[in-house]
């Protein structure tokens, strides 16, 4: 999106703000100008119907284009899911099997670090590592499973464990999650999904994910990996 573009976009929105209900023409002109919408502001945007849709869809791209520019980036990425024998058994997961359950497996090292291989020759630049919340699995695993990775493919970028694994090899570890966050870094990790948040808000998570971390752990997981870089 260029200068004149830019201009043509603002000047189409002004236009068209003029004739869309005040309070929908009040909140777009808010998040134009920077400042941060309500909730309630957000639940009306959820709610636009007719030509409020171009419009907002028109600020939206705006917004985006000024926050980050035209400028698109990506990875080739591999998913390596090791293990899907899983303890937590939320309600709307399709992917575990139940502890025990003839159809759960667990992937060795050696067939995690091929598939990390393969995908390393099909130009892949980075892997993302997850897993059930398998019991039988101890946490030097999850060591493991880095430095194994590392040492035959050390520029590629590992993005693995969910905050959820993180708090179960904490515990499992009985260190603290900044100290095991320190310990996965050591040992290979570039950076962490944010997975396992699902809907944060503890009374719907008691519902549909009753045995995973609550709201405030998630968030703290988040924000020690963040303070690490």
């Not at 396992?196 to 988040?222: G, H, M, Q, S």
Request: hydrophobic share 40%; with cysteine.
């Amino acid at each position: 999106m260029g200068n004149e573009t830019k201009e043509n976009v603002v000047y189409i929105v002004d236009r068209l703000l003029k004739n869309m209900e005040p309070v929908f023409e009040e909140i777009l002109n808010k998040a134009i100008s920077g400042k941060d919408i309500s909730v309630r502001e957000a639940v009306r945007l959820f709610e636009a119907k007719n030509m409020e849709i171009p419009l907002l869809t028109l600020v939206a791209d705006y917004l985006r284009w000024k926050t980050v520019g035209d400028i698109v980036t990506f990875v080739v990425n591999r998913n390596i899911n090791f293990t899907n024998e899983c303890m937590v058994n939320c309600n709307f997961c399709a992917y575990s099997k139940p502890v025990g359950h003839p159809e759960a497996y667990t992937l060795t090292i050696d067939e995690i670090v091929k598939k990390a291989l393969e995908a390393w020759k099909h130009g892949a630049t980075e892997v993302c590592i997850q897993g059930a919340i398998n019991p039988k699995i101890s946490p030097e695993f999850y060591l493991d499973i880095l430095r194994s990775i590392k040492k035959v493919l050390p520029e590629i970028h590992i993005h693995a464990f969910s905050p959820q694994e993180v708090y179960y090899f904490a515990t499992k570890m009985d260190v603290s999650y900044r100290e095991a966050l320190k310990m996965l870094k050591e040992a290979g990790l570039d950076s962490m999904p944010g997975t396992a948040a699902e809907i944060l808000d503890d009374e719907v998570r008691k519902i549909i994910c009753p045995r995973k971390i609550n709201v405030k752990t998630w968030i703290e997981i988040i924000k020690t990996a963040h303070s690490l870089g």
